[in-house]
């Protein structure tokens, strides 16, 4: 295959697992752990995350809302509390490897689904990390946010959006994600779909795809 694209997700392939903090968050509140999957899983394309996801709701109306769905499963959680350890810490081999598949001549761009909140489009609380993630971003040819655009993953139509504005056929893309259900239209679409659950895992499977050693 001649792949000359490579398209990430951003909280979780290049930073790592927002899930992991929200286990610690969940520890801290006294609540069953993975409480906030269960809250999201619930009603996923109209919950409180997926409106927040396509600015449908603003930060003050996403708590609002996610402590509703919450307490109805009988768990007492806030929204804000959720949005203050969603920024994930950058990975540095994934950062290499942007840096070396530029080098090399490959496009890269990013499908992020992301809130109006935060800074930037990592959704960074704090300016050091919000500055890191804005260089990161910087190397990317084209992003979609979902926020910005108003559609989220897995949707469809965000893949497709993004091949039309690189100019690029599916089959010349790979598409890397953390969340099997984000990566199984990329792969209906054409693209060639790696589940990421780790950066050596991925960036294995990625290298293997490229016939490159990475980072």
Not at 100 to 122: D, M, Q, S
Not at 123 to 135: G, I, L, N, Y
Not at 142 to 164: F, L, N, T, W
Request: proline share 5%; net charge negative.
């Amino acid at each position: 295959m001649n792949y000359t694209t490579v398209i990430w997700d951003f909280g979780g392939v290049i930073t790592s697992s927002p899930f992991e903090a929200f286990n610690r968050l969940e520890a801290e509140k006294g609540v069953p752990q993975n409480s906030v999957r269960q809250i999201n899983s619930a009603n996923p394309d109209d919950n409180a995350w997926a409106q927040f996801e396509r600015a449908e709701l603003d930060a003050a109306g996403f708590d609002e809302a996610f402590a509703a769905e919450a307490k109805a499963l009988g768990i007492e959680l806030r929204g804000a509390d959720v949005l203050a350890v969603l920024a994930g810490d950058v990975r540095p081999n994934m950062v290499a490897t942007l840096d070396r598949l530029k080098a090399e001549g490959f496009t890269i761009a990013c499908i992020t689904n992301n809130v109006p909140a935060g800074k930037g489009a990592g959704m960074a609380m704090d300016d050091e990390k919000a500055e890191a993630v804005k260089a990161i971003m910087q190397r990317f040819d084209h992003i979609i946010e979902s926020s910005k655009a108003g559609v989220r993953k897995p949707d469809p139509r965000i893949y497709q959006m993004m091949c039309e504005a690189l100019g690029k056929e599916p089959s010349e893309c790979i598409y890397l994600d953390d969340l099997g259900i984000n990566c199984k239209p990329a792969a209906q679409l054409g693209m060639a779909a790696i589940k990421v659950s780790g950066e050596e895992q991925a960036l294995g499977e990625l290298g293997a795809l490229l016939e490159m050693q990475l980072p």
